[in-house]
């Protein structure tokens, strides 16, 4: 009668329990099938901690002790501390920060619409575009509205100069959320100081954008917003599928903000909050090893791996 190796793999649905004959040459197999199905666990679960919560280090404020409306005040609903964006056939809405800043860390908990959601952009990000109209600087989180079959993407990206000219040098990378973003609040952030951009998604750093050179890297003042609009010529799949008002209104919220930076006219000693253990910046190995499972897990596209990209016009890859 053969031996049995008997596990179970709860955290693979739909894998529950598994039992197989044992050999000699199984023997040699066993090690291989027990690295795949942990892979595919750690693919189910949630990131390994950073062990270090930069959100935790920075104040929450009030959404009017930084923020104003830009546009859509129509749109735009505000309760004890948080505020509510939603796009409609007849408008959009969007928010902006008083002051435009040189370096910090900016972030604030979103709740997305549910259902169908395509060709809607629901966003916070940092830009000077109306201090450089054609030639601005940004840093952006997106989130790509989807239909229900399918999940959000976020979308983080980076511009330099380089944007209403014609001449758009976009930097994204796409990422799927091990979480659905429509069921409750989770906590979004950038951290940009002269050295490096980081991308926080519940404290776990998704991206690392490093200063390779001054021309590829953003060091104009930025205001930071927030929007919701539609971008039904490109915002999912390329524009295959559209806003759909049957569905109206698309709704964003936006909640616990937090804003720790060096404003425009700072004095020169000011100095952003680091995203590490560590004063000098950068990441820790624990934050990096949390990084990396994301992106091998849930990164679905990178501007540097996109074949059908001029690499030239971004050296830094």
Known sequence: MPLIVSFSLTAVPPFKHIELPFSPIMALFLPLLLLMFTSLANAQGNPPSPGYSPSSKVDTIAFNQAYKNLWGPQNQRFDQGSVTIWLDKSSGSGFKSIKSYKSGYFGTSVKLHPGYTAGVI???????NQDHPGSHDEVDIEFLGTTPDKPYTLQTNVYIRGSGDGNIIGREEQFHLWFDPTEEFHHYAMLWNPNEIIFFVDDVPIRRYPRKSDTTFPLRPMYIYGSIWDASSWATEKG??????????????????KLNGCAADSQQSCRPPSGSPATTGGLSHQQVAAMQWVQRNYKVYDYCSDPKRDHTQTPEC
């Not at 629901?122 to 000077?128: A, E, I, P, Q, R």
Request: charged share 15%; glycine share 4%.
């Open 240 to 257: 295959k599928y559209k806003a759909n008002y049957e569905y109206q209104p698309f709704v964003g919220k936006y909640t616990n903000f």
């Open 122 to 128: 629901t966003s916070f990000y940092l830009s000077n």
